[in-house]
């Protein structure tokens, strides 16, 4: 590579991430930093656990993103000294590592950039992820499950918190549906471009005649509710049921009617709650997702009243992936068209690739 051109390439690294810094805004962010230290340290903090988590958890991902932001910035300044050094010495191994070195960077920047593009007015925010069999029986349900373990393996590849609120298992194999919480800012934003129906093609596993077996699920994403969203839920509009949770092989298994499965009336709407022990706990997270989901339909007229102004707007259709083990290997995304030929690897978490290919497209929608 020449030096010239090495010398544009890192001028133009620099000014991607002066453009993210500036979006990141490093200022207000190590402002916020300060006052959740604070907060912190505060004697009375573990006095509510629950408020005591969500600032230690939002002071630990401000500190990753500034470190973050700093380390890059870093890697590109030391980027000149590496390929000053190699020209210099004329060095055939330290231009190699200087080249390496180069195309991490780069990766990395795009990684980085791809954050600075949730924008959206919940982006910011946690989420809640529904997933649910949908057509295919048996099938249909094992994907469900491997789904589930897909986004729970993403989340811990990340050392993301995560909280399964209910699962509903199926009765050969699988599950019916399940919901569980990314606890991490900007698991909504992120996590958002996953929804709609995922298909599975492959030869059926419960199938004695091993015959080819296409499977569908479908996958919900909700931001966390927040006080200032206004979601009121009058009492009288509500059906609330109890019952004994329950899991495969008795586990799980509770000796009292602590589940609580919740019916908003006006809306037909149903959530349940059982990883907790008591039935309030379970009432009061099932009233979160409850408050979620009405969050999200509210959200969805708004955005069908944008669309109808917009002459009909843009619909993202609803089968969103494909995973196929049979007749050859492969998953795709059917929008943004990036695919990966080890299905397996996606399966077991390795979902990024998809996640900033839905993330570039969506914003790409917008424009």
């Given amino acids: 590579m020449a030096v010239v051109d090495v010398s544009e390439e890192l001028k133009s690294l620099s000014s991607t991430m002066e453009s993210i810094e500036a979006v990141l805004d490093l200022d207000k962010l190590r402002a916020d930093i300060a006052v959740l230290e604070e907060q912190a340290a505060a004697p009375s903090l573990w006095d509510d656990p629950d408020a005591a988590q969500k600032i230690t958890s939002k002071l630990s991902h401000l500190q990753a993103e500034v470190r973050k932001a700093e380390t890059l910035r870093g890697r590109i300044d030391d980027l000149s000294v590496l390929f000053q050094m190699a020209e210099e010495e004329d060095d055939p191994d330290t231009r190699a590592e200087a080249e390496s070195e180069l195309t991490s960077v780069k ?64 009765e050969e194999a699988g599950i ?35 015959r080819r077996q296409t499977s569908f699920a479908g996958v919900e994403v909700l931001p966390v509710v927040e006080t200032t969203d206004h979601i009121e839920i ?39 709650c059982q990883n907790e022990r008591s039935q309030i706990q379970n009432k009061a997270t099932a009233m979160n997702v409850l408050q979620a989901k009405l969050l999200e339909r509210k959200r969805q007229e708004e955005r069908a009243k944008m669309d109808a102004l917009k002459d009909g707007g843009s619909s993202w259709g609803n089968q969103m992936r ?43 929608q917008e424009k």
């Fill in 107 to 170: 990766k990395a920047l795009d990684e980085m950039e791809v954050r600075t593009l949730l924008s959206g007015e919940y982006d910011s925010r946690e989420a809640l992820v529904n997933i649910r069999a949908e057509a295919g029986g048996v099938d249909a349900a094992d994907f469900a499950e491997q789904l589930q373990r897909m986004y729970l393996r993403w989340a811990e590849r990340h050392g993301y918190k995560t909280e399964v609120y209910e699962t509903s298992y199926a």
């Fill in 176 to 210: 019916k549906s399940t919901t569980f919480a990314v606890q991490i800012p900007y698991a909504y934003g992120t996590l958002s471009v996953e929804q709609g129906t995922h298909r599975l093609v492959r030869i059926s596993p419960f199938d004695n005649q091993g």
């Fill in 234 to 272: 009058d009492e009288s509009e509500l059906r609330v049921d109890v019952y004994r949770s329950s899991g495969p092989g008795g586990q799980g298994v509770n000796t009292t009617d602590s589940a609580v499965r919740l019916t908003h009336l006006p809306t037909g709407i149903v959530v349940s």
């Fill in 322 to 364: 494909s995973y196929v083990l049979h007749p050859y290997q492969m998953v795709k995304d059917l929008r943004t068209e990036f695919e990966v030929g080890n299905p397996q690897s996606v399966l077991d978490g390795e979902i990024d690739g998809f996640l900033e290919a839905g993330i570039r497209w969506r914003k790409q």
